[in-house]
């Protein structure tokens, strides 16, 4: 987990973007058989029925997307876990098994519930950070917000209202995230600490 907190995100997407290409590259010419890509090809997607048109579902740099953000924020949240586990004392641990429960069961219903409580502004925090980090994935061709304001900019020539209005987004989806996870903090908190 240090490794991938240690990492920049841009240096991780990247790497695991890259990283089969090169592999197959450095296998085919050591002449050593290698599990041929081709661009990863592959999509999910669909057809529309008696249409030529098809709709893509996920394809590779999308997964690749998903797969490395989601790996830097389960790193990051791992992280605001394991210290809020840490806060809970370990004598109520030890008093828990003193009263004959065993650790996965004490963990389960002693330190979890209050290191959850604890944990919820820190992912209220990576919660905020995730969409703007959404935006790096851009440098390997998926198509985000800003992707689709560029696109709407090449066609109607207004440009500096239409990356307003898209740099107006990010605060509201972050407002509207933020004071989600404030509702859940306030609904989960002990009354009268």
Known sequence: MKKIR???LLAQLLLFYFLPYSINAFLEAQSLPYIHIGGWGFDVSFKIADKDITI???NQRTLVGILTLGLNSAAYQA??????MSSVGTGQ???AQSLGMSRVASIRHIVLPQSLRRVIPA???????LPKYTIVVYLIGVVELFAK???IVTQIFITLTTYIVVALIFPVLITLISKGLDILHKRTAIPGL
């Open 56 to 58: 893509i579902l996920l």
């Open 6 to 8: 240690g990492t920049p």
């Open 93 to 95: 641990l030890l008093a």
């Open 123 to 129: 992912w209220s925090n990576e919660a905020a950070y």
């Open 149 to 151: 304001a560029h696109y």
């Open 79 to 84: 992280e605001y876990l394991r210290g809020a």
